[in-house]
Nanobody, 129 residues
Framework: EVQLVESGGGLVQAGGSLRLSCAASGFTFDDYAIGWFRQAPGKEREGVSCISSSDGSTYYADSVKGRFTISIDNAKNTVFLQMNSLKPEDTAVYYC??????????????????????WGQGTQVTVSS
């Protein structure tokens, strides 16, 4: 019943753009923070960006700062990740996740200590050079 579904991945040339979506069903974001993570073959999963559904606070990994933008549409229960100036190093499976977030600053939700409640299945992003 509870699901997060990512979409919008695909193949793009370096310098191009993609917009990822994460749609929630079975629950509403409300008091959750929503994070985007990515994992490339042979590498650990890394946090990319996160957003608070309550106040709209955002946080970005240094590797994507200035290129990616996270946003939320509370009415549609959907979060987005606008990815511009893509690099081959951005190639990975991108996952959306949700975590109850009533007490911590937004940056906490990309730290390893943050244990997310729900995860999507992921969407592949491939950037060619």
């Amino acid at each position: 019943e509870v699901q997060l579904v990512e979409s919008g991945g695909g193949l793009v040339q370096a310098g191009g753009s993609l917009r990822l979506s994460c749609a929630a069903s079975g629950f509403t974001f409300d008091d959750y923070a929503i994070g985007w993570f990515r994992q490339a073959p042979g590498k650990e999963r890394e946090g990319v960006s996160c957003i608070s559904s309550s106040d709209g606070s955002t946080y970005y990994a240094d590797s994507v700062k200035g290129r990616f933008t996270i946003s939320i549409d509370n009415a549609k229960n959907t979060v987005f990740l606008q990815m511009n100036s893509l690099k081959p190093e951005d190639t990975a499976v991108y996952y959306c996740a949700a975590i109850l977030a009533p007490y911590y600053s937004i940056g906490y939700y990309l730290e390893p200590d943050a244990l997310y409640d729900y995860w999507g299945q992921g969407t592949q992003v491939t950037v060619s050079s």
